[in-house]
């Protein structure tokens, strides 16, 4: 269960980063709409716990395969709706265009999510 344990990683560390937001200053505004940076490690978080849920339960023998079908099904809608990833997407591009504009809050979240940007 490596997945398992890798992901609550994860939960814990992002966690730590919006528990301790001073260490790493964030001195972005809105623009054009866009997330604030808490905002994106807010959503991160939240993705991050459904993917534990959801992996948690595909551990478990008989659950696992009713999960399987529910993430297919779910990936299908989504994907014959369009819409399959565009919050992602949107937020990636929103926290990658900040870190490089020398925002420490999204750098920290980009390292702890991939290791690196």
């Known amino acids: 269960m490596p ?3 890798s992901t609550a990683t ?10 301790h937001a001073n260490l790493y200053p964030c001195h972005c505004s809105i623009v054009d709409g866009t997330s ?13 716990k459904g993917k534990l849920g959801h992996k948690s ?3 478990i023998p008989a659950i696992g395969t009713l999960e399987t079908v529910r993430g297919a099904v779910k990936s299908l809608y989504k994907r014959s709706k369009g819409t399959k990833g565009a919050n992602r997407e949107q937020m990636a591009r929103i926290v990658v265009m900040r870190a490089r504009n ?4 999204s ?3 980009i390292t702890e999510l991939l290791g690196s940007y």
């Open 3 to 5: 997945g398992i344990y």
């Open 36 to 48: 604030l940076c808490t905002d994106i490690l807010t959503y991160a978080i939240t993705k991050k």
């Open 57 to 59: 339960l595909g551990a």
């Open 10 to 19: 994860h939960i814990k560390r992002l966690n730590y980063l919006k528990a």
């Open 102 to 105: 020398g925002c420490q809050h």
């Open 107 to 109: 750098q920290a979240i």
